[in-house]
């Protein structure tokens, strides 16, 4: 049986997550509007993953529908972690420049 | 009720009801990426985070994956968005409410992303994608059972990763000890 | 024991090892264990040369020679010929230890005096604030000797000769807060630099002319056969006698050994007594066939052992200072050993060398202790009746007086004897200075052992206002003058054991050549090519024995119980007294004439200047005014080619790093936005790819 919504409607909206998601990293001022952001793309990989898991035909190198959610199961631990450890960081930014304005933190700089 | 969840997904339900389904949370998705990326205050961004989560989460289900499912609206709609909504309103204080919420390279960034989702949609749509006909059926004991068995290394990896996380959190959120 | 014999290499690497041990982790991890680990690593040293000797030994006649070497440098210079035109002997240099019976006898005297000093620095270097270290540097001297006797070639030998002179170097300014230890440190290494200029001139000419520095190659025979002869032999010997007259102290170098007593008295008694001043005699032993190619040099070399004997044993015979009046008798006794080269008498030379080390550093070990005993103070009239407070250093003091005087059957009555016989068959005259030399040193050395052992009370620093010379030293942290009046007490055991055995050493090393043996052992035993041996004469010793006698009775009369004490106010003192006193005013004129710049040479510098301005000085402004011309020339070229050039180049770099530095913002974000633009380019690539 045919699925009623084609694989391509899923990777779509995924890669238009991720991109939303890059636009505003690419842009926000705010640090937490930075970590909003990647928490978009993360969102909208696992969804990639997921459509994946669900449409595409077990391959012989191991890539069953179960290591594809395993693998979303996994991206969403790692990016809870992501948030905590992002939100740490923050503070300690804050801390240290008395700001999170991304654009006042150019310590990478020469 | 994963067994209903499953039967639904799979072949009875009717297709205008899986369409409706796809439809709302096709839109859930959209209104919320776009919202999280463009919206000037960062606690409605992250409101409209939360409604693209949940959005993901329904397609979640269509997708068959209703562990998935759990999990996204639990770890995500009930743990990310809130520590987030707690990091706006702890820096809510310092951020200026005088500078523009967007840097210098806004539109150099949005013809970019614009770029590269045609670019990624023009691959997706052209791509003749393998297909299976049969959805498969991942059982939720199944994804236990291989938690525990065929993928105990990762699961253990990232236990570690989120104790390291927590740890570090503490210790870069800590104040410094001199301040005191 | 033998199977020792397979590890003679560590003889000197134990030593090296225990120095890089203590001066890299002594004061931190085990500060007095330090002085235990030097002990022990030049015990384990002797115990080795101890096998070495017994292997060399042998038993039943001649053994080999232990040789384990490597090859340093390699066939340094291929094709290579000498003067004579054949290829060399050894076109590779090797580098270890050679042991053949001289230098197993000298390894063990140079390993046993050093454990005995070490140990006894235990005790004498207790208060000491730099106390790991000292200990560091004596590792590292014995390391230096050993090397240095073991050696199989002369440029191995160089090498740790240098080294000796480094540890001599940091033993006497081991104090080097006082000004007069860093100036006598000083003073010590560039005399012996002069000498050593010498020696290494030599040591050239020697492999250019003979092919080979290995000293078991250096028979007469190969020397014959090269040709070694005439003015050149001369040469080369005088050559590398300089560096024995440096490193052995000789006149007219000899100005840096008293001077060297500022360093502590058992750095003194191992380094400037027994062992590193003996070197030259050693080299001139070891070496032998290559002084003995030429009468010339041999005649040299007697009299300027001659002369020092003679001229020290007059210096000491006026001095207060209890380690001034040793070190004139080490520079007398290496005098003697000196002339007895010169007399071809290498055997009474090494025989006296072996004694000498023995009672001389004993005596040194034992004036340590004195001064120890009496607070740091030198001054022989500061002492007196030492022998009521101090039994065991004062026996044994007496016993090493009694060996540097020659008076039978102690050490150094056979030694001298040798070395007088040597001369007696050789030249008279000398013989007739050895005898004097003899007696002066038994009066002297009596002189100091009535005036601070004897008399009935001890006397404290008080009596000698006048102090010439150097202070009674001061260690770092000691404290100096405090307690003066205390009465003297007996050093520590660790102290009195060396004393004791140096003792019994000091009274049973001379019977090695027991001379009415059918064949005494030592001549036997060592056999130095080019080297006379003469059968005993009644006659010489009964001179050297009445000599010794007439030495201590003059001392006796003139210094016993007390009866009087040489004289405080230097003004009323007699020329003769005042020549000795003086020192012949040596290091004056060395001050004066050589240190201060040449005055000899003034004159000429004069007539020489003239010539510089009108003539020299003339061209030379002429040249420079020619340049100035082309410099002007070239300067314009200089300023609008060549500068024009690099000009742009730093701008054309400048505009294009202005550019460049614009994409460097620092922000996160802009680095992040040319990554997603590589992300981009990435997919279209792929995607055309496909």
């Known amino acids: 049986m045919i699925p009623l919504i084609p694989l391509p409607w899923f990777l779509g909206l995924a890669a238009f997550m991720f991109f939303c998601g890059v636009f505003g990293a690419l842009t926000r001022r705010n640090a937490v509007g930075i970590l909003v952001a990647i928490e978009l793309m993360l969102n909208g990989v696992t969804l990639t993953l ?23 199961v996994f991206i969403i631990a790692l990016a809870a972690a992501a948030a905590a450890v992002g939100l740490a960081i923050v503070l300690a930014i804050f801390r240290t420049f008395s700001s999170i304005d991304s654009q006042q933190i150019n310590i990478m700089r020469w | 009720m994963d067994e209903i969840l499953a039967k639904s997904a799979q072949s009875s339900a009717p297709a205008l009801w899986v369409g409706a389904a796809f439809a709302v949370s096709f839109g859930l998705v959209v209104a919320g990426s776009l919202g999280a990326a463009l919206l000037k205050n960062l606690l409605h961004a992250v409101l409209f985070l939360a409604l693209a989560l949940l959005g993901v989460a329904g397609l979640f289900l269509m997708l068959s994956s209703t562990f998935l499912f759990v999990v ?43 770029l590269l989702f045609c670019a990624t949609a023009y691959v997706l749509t052209t791509h003749p994608w393998m297909v299976s006909a049969e959805p498969p059926a991942v059982p939720v004991a199944e994804i236990g059972v291989g938690l525990l068995q065929k993928y105990v290394l990762p699961f253990e990896i990232v236990s570690v990763v989120l104790l390291v996380a927590m740890v570090g959190a503490i210790v870069l959120a800590r104040r410094e000890p001199e301040s005191k | 024991m033998h199977a020792l014999v397979a590890y003679a290499y560590l003889i000197p690497l134990l030593p090296l090892a225990a120095f890089v041990l203590i001066i890299f982790f002594g004061h931190r991890y085990f500060y007095r264990g330090s002085a235990w680990l030097a002990v022990l690593c030049t ?44 290829a060399l002997l050894h076109s590779s240099i090797t580098l270890g230890v050679y042991i053949d019976r ?81 100036d006598a440190a000083k003073k010590a290494f560039i005399t012996n630099r002069i000498g050593d200029v010498g020696f290494l001139i030599g040591l050239l000419l020697l492999f250019y002319y003979v092919g080979t520095v290995t000293f078991s190659d250096l028979t007469p025979d190969l020397l014959r056969e090269k040709g070694f002869v005439g003015g050149m032999a001369t040469f080369i010997g005088l050559a590398l006698f300089c560096g024995a007259v440096g490193k052995s102290a000789q006149f007219p170098l000899h100005v840096w050994l008293p001077d060297a007593m500022e360093g502590p008295t058992s750095v003194s008694a191992l380094i400037h007594s027994a062992t590193m001043v003996a070197a030259g005699v050693y080299m001139i032993v070891r070496a032998y066939p290559v002084f003995a190619a030429s009468e010339t040099t041999l005649a040299t070399i007697a009299a300027v052992g001659a002369i020092t004997a003679l001229g020290a044993a007059y210096i000491a ?54 001064i120890h005993a009496c607070h740091h103070e030198q001054d022989i009239r500061s002492m007196g009746s030492l022998r009521r407070y101090l039994p065991i250093t004062h026996g044994t003091f007496l016993i090493a007086c009694l060996a540097l005087a020659g008076v039978f059957p102690l050490a150094g009555f056979f030694s001298k004897d040798e070395i007088l016989l040597s001369a007696w068959h050789r030249y008279p005259a000398v013989f007739i200075i050895g005898e004097i030399v003899a007696a002066l040193t038994a009066f002297y050395i009596f002189r100091l052992y009535f005036v601070a052992f004897g008399g009935e009370r001890f006397r404290g620093t008080g009596v000698s206002p006048v102090q010439h010379g150097q202070d009674a030293h001061v260690t770092a942290g000691g404290q100096h ?86 004289p405080l106010e230097y003004s009323k003192v007699g020329f003769w007294y005042r020549l000795s006193l003086r020192k012949f005013w040596i290091d004056e004129f060395y001050k004066k004439y050589i240190v201060d710049g040449f005055t000899f040479g003034f004159c000429v510098v004069g007539m020489h200047d003239v010539f510089d301005r009108r003539i020299v000085d003339a061209f030379v402004n002429l040249c420079g005014r020619a340049y100035m011309l082309i410099s002007a020339v070239h300067g314009l070229f200089d300023k609008y080619v060549v500068d024009g050039l690099v000009n742009f180049s ?41």
């Open chain 3, 650 to 690: 730093a701008w054309f770099l400048a505009l294009c790093s202005t550019v460049a530095r614009r994409t460097q913002t620092g922000l996160a974000q802009s680095s992040l936005l040319i990554l997603v633009l590589g992300l981009l380019v990435l997919i279209v690539w792929s995607a055309m790819m496909v």
């Open chain 3, 317 to 370: 015979l006026t001095q207060t200072d209890i380690k001034r009046i040793l070190a004139y008798s080490t520079l007398s006794q290496l005098g003697y050993m000196i002339f007895s080269c010169g007399c071809l008498g290498p055997v009474a030379a090494f025989f006296h060398l072996v004694t000498h080390a023995c009672f001389k550093s004993l005596l040194f070990l034992g004036s340590g202790s004195v």
């Open chain 1, 50 to 72: 997921a459509a994946f898991a669900r449409f595409l035909p077990p391959g012989a190198d191991g890539a069953t529908p179960l290591a594809g959610q395993m693998l979303v």
């Open chain 2, 72 to 114: 996204q609206i639990l770890v995500y709609v009930g743990g990310v968005v809130i520590l987030l909504i707690f990091g706006v309103m702890l820096t809510s204080k310092m951020a200026q409410p005088d500078i523009p919420p967007r840097n210098r390279q806004t539109l150099a960034a949005a013809l970019l992303a614009l």
């Open chain 3, 43 to 86: 015990s384990a040293s002797f115990v080795l040369s101890l096998a070495a000797f017994l292997h060399v030994l042998g038993g039943h006649g001649y053994v080999e020679p232990i040789r384990q070497d490597f090859t340093w440098i390699a066939n340094f210079a291929p094709g290579a010929v000498d003067a004579t035109g054949a």
């Open chain 3, 102 to 182: 001289l230098a197993a006898l000298m390894l063990m005297v140079v390993a046993g005096i050093s454990t005995l000093t070490i140990f006894y620095s235990i005790g004498y270097m207790h208060e000491d604030p730099r106390y790991p270290r000292f200990f560091a540097y004596k590792s590292f001297f014995a390391f230096s000797m050993l090397g240095l006797v073991a050696a199989p070639n002369f440029f191995q030998m160089f090498v740790f000769w240098e080294l000796v002179g480094l540890a001599s170097y940091l033993l006497i300014g081991f104090w080097f807060e006082k000004t007069s230890a860093s």
């Open chain 3, 481 to 566: 003058g405090q307690d003066a009046h205390a009465t003297p007490h007996e050093s520590p055991w660790t102290m009195t054991l060396p004393l004791v055995i140096l003792a019994i050493l000091a009274v049973g090393v001379g019977w090695i050549n027991w001379p009415w043996a059918e064949r005494p052992w030592l001549a036997g035993f060592v056999h130095v090519e080019g080297g006379q041996h003469h059968h005993l004469s009644y006659l010489v010793m009964g001179v050297s024995t009445a000599a010794a006698l007439l030495g201590l009775f003059f001392a006796w009369r003139k210094y016993s119980l007390g009866r009087a004490l040489p």
